[in-house]
């Protein structure tokens, strides 16, 4: 039987707020624990909470981004359940009416676009932290990440493959911190994500019964989490037995899921609107700035540099990966060709595309640096990719050029004037040295004279190596074929 994966995802994204949610308590990362939880995150007796407007203004922001539904008037509840963590026994949430609904999202998956539907966006506090490594035979509960903002994203179930799950994934952790919500930290726990996954028969329209994967912090464990999760689920039903529904976990060492609790250990949460807060109108006037304010969003610079620089949807989605990385982009195409039109700008939008998306990315991945460290300007690299567009430098010699860029020897013209680099120009110089190239290897010639195409490229590959790699190839390789007799 053909099998079909069906995936939906739930995110959970920490706000970029100074403070918590409903305390003053600072939000930042790594104090030592219990230092940065007030007596409202502690849930001491006659404590009240109070609205960051700062994590309501981050939600808008986003359901802004995404073409959403934002509920005018929307509420708080009070999510019910008991968990060391969780001082109060119930957790600050939204349920019936939250901030931001009927959303989507497009992914590029390759070169082909999908587009996801964003069920909602709500609004939560965070919980505090159980410790069980470093203490024996306890748990330790760290309460400083207790009330942190969240915005909790879910998705409707409209992946079909790990690979499209991680796209959505991606797309989203670049869409959040683009517009400056989320630090977008997966090892801090910043950007979290829970995977539902289902399998059903090819061509069936119903669902099958679906687990949760819980707490997945890297796209490569989300990945393979899913993968294994789906195939172990198809195994189950091959082999007559039904699925259960159930959360589990994803274990990185042994590539495998666990049970964490069944269907019939699931929480009732019981929610009902928390009596503490107040429903949160959203003024009009107030949303409206908060529009005007928003950058050029990945998926419009997508559609810009596909329509104006003619680059592929794979290009433009991977340059707005990031912000950094498209500012970068934009920057070195701005210095390459300041004023052309926007017509005569493709060739050098592909050329500046592959040089950030290949050798640059290559380097800073590396080192493990993000491009915001990159040791090469943009201004840098334009000029190096200058001196390959008006031919003074071959492509070898331009791998050559960037590594000394990237060691930090000086801009492209000072390096290939002090390595004696400039690609040869003399056609007369050129002539010589393929004729003598010629005469040093008659069985070459006599084989590509034969009908032996590798014969020609070993030819090729001695002019260059007696020109140094300094040769223009298109030339080369047109006097071999006048020489060799076509």
Not at 154 to 159: A, G, K, T
Request: aromatic fraction near 6%; charge should be negative.
């Amino acid at each position: 039987m053909q099998w079909e994966t069906v995936i939906g995802l739930e995110v959970h994204v920490q706000l970029t707020t100074a403070a918590k949610i409903f305390s003053g308590a600072s939000t930042a990362f790594g104090a030592a624990p219990n230092t940065q939880a007030c007596a409202v995150d502690l849930a001491l007796p006659g404590v009240l909470p109070v609205l960051n407007k700062g994590a309501v203004e981050r939600a808008i922001r986003f359901g802004l981004a995404i073409g959403a539904r934002l509920n005018r008037i929307n509420v708080f509840a009070r999510k019910n359940y008991f968990y060391p963590d969780l001082p109060k026994g119930y957790q600050i949430s939204q349920y019936e009416l939250p901030i931001v609904e009927a959303g989507s999202l497009p992914i590029q998956v390759g070169e082909q676009t999908k587009t996801i539907r964003i069920t909602r966006a709500h609004l939560e506090e965070d919980a505090g932290k159980s410790l069980h490594e470093d203490f024996h035979g306890m748990t330790g509960i760290d309460l400083n990440r207790a009330g942190t903002p969240l915005l909790e994203i879910v998705s409707e179930p409209d992946m079909r493959s790990a690979q499209e799950a991680v796209a959505y994934a991606r797309a989203l952790h670049t869409l959040v911190t683009w517009i400056g919500i989320c630090d977008g930290n997966m090892q801090e726990g910043s950007f979290r994500v829970d995977a539902n996954v289902s399998v059903r028969p090819k061509g069936s329209e119903a669902f099958g019964t679906r687990r949760e994967i819980k707490n997945l912090n890297s796209f490569r464990f989300l990945e393979q989490a899913i993968e294994y999760e789906a195939r172990w689920q198809i195994g189950e039903l091959e082999d007559g037995r039904a699925i259960h529904q159930a959360t589990v976990l994803f274990d990185p060492d042994t590539g495998e899921t666990r049970m964490m609790r069944s269907k019939e250990e699931a929480h009732d949460y019981r929610y009902f609107p928390d009596p503490d807060l107040l429903p949160v109108k959203l003024d009009e006037d107030w949303i409206e700035a908060i529009r005007a304010e928003l950058p050029e969003l990945p998926q419009q610079k997508q559609a810009r540099y596909q329509a104006e620089l003619a680059l592929s949807a794979y290009d433009a989605a991977t340059l707005t990966a990031s912000r950094a990385t498209a500012e970068y982009f934009e920057a070195v195409l701005a210095a390459l060709s300041p004023s052309p039109s926007p017509e005569g700008r493709g060739g050098a939008a592909k050329l500046a595309a592959n040089w950030v998306m290949g050798d640059l990315a290559a380097a800073l991945n590396r080192e493990g640096l993000d491009i915001a460290q990159s040791r090469i300007t943009p201004g840098r690299l334009a000029g190096l990719l200058r001196r390959i567009d008006d031919g003074t430098l071959s492509s070898k010699l331009a791998k050559e050029v960037f590594a000394a860029l990237w060691a930090g020897e000086g801009d492209a013209d000072t390096i290939i004037a002090a390595r004696g680099l400039k690609q040869m120009s003399d056609a007369g110089e050129l002539e010589r040295i393929v004729d003598e190239v010629l005469a040093a290897n008659p069985k070459s010639v006599e084989e590509y004279r034969a009908g032996k195409d590798k014969a020609f490229n070993a030819l090729v590959g001695q002019v260059m190596k007696a020109t140094r790699g300094r040769a223009n190839p298109q030339q080369v390789n047109a006097l071999l074929k006048q020489r060799l007799g076509g």
